[in-house]
């Protein structure tokens, strides 16, 4: 007489080995290994370049903006009104905002 939970398990086991099929052969001998692929680095590119010359206008001033712009979106360059210049800091661009400060 078979025990019926083992005979469920024996099935169970079998219906496995049959789906798994080749995946779980061995690898034919003289068989090289795949090469693994490189990993590739994934960098966030600004959407829009800001680099250029802008200008803000103001009621009681213009002002002209002069940036560059790095791979990573980071801004570099000058602002100036009238007689006065600045430097951009923390400038960014960020595919939707462009963030700086000026020191002046």
């Not at 090289?32 to 200008?55: I, K, L």
């Not at 712009?69 to 602002?79: E, H």
């Amino acid at each position: 007489m078979h025990d019926a939970t083992g005979s469920i398990v024996l099935v169970a086991a079998a219906l496995l080995l049959s789906v798994a099929g080749a995946a779980l052969a061995a690898p034919a001998s003289g068989a090289t290994p795949a090469a693994a692929s490189p990993v590739q680095e994934v960098r966030a590119v600004p959407a829009f370049n800001a680099a250029g010359v802008w200008y803000l206008y103001r009621t009681n001033a213009t002002v002209r903006v002069d940036p560059t712009q790095d791979g990573s979106g980071r801004l570099f360059g000058t602002v100036s009104s009238g007689d006065t210049v600045g430097t951009l800091r923390d400038g960014s661009v960020d595919g939707e905002n462009i963030y700086f400060t000026v020191g002046w």
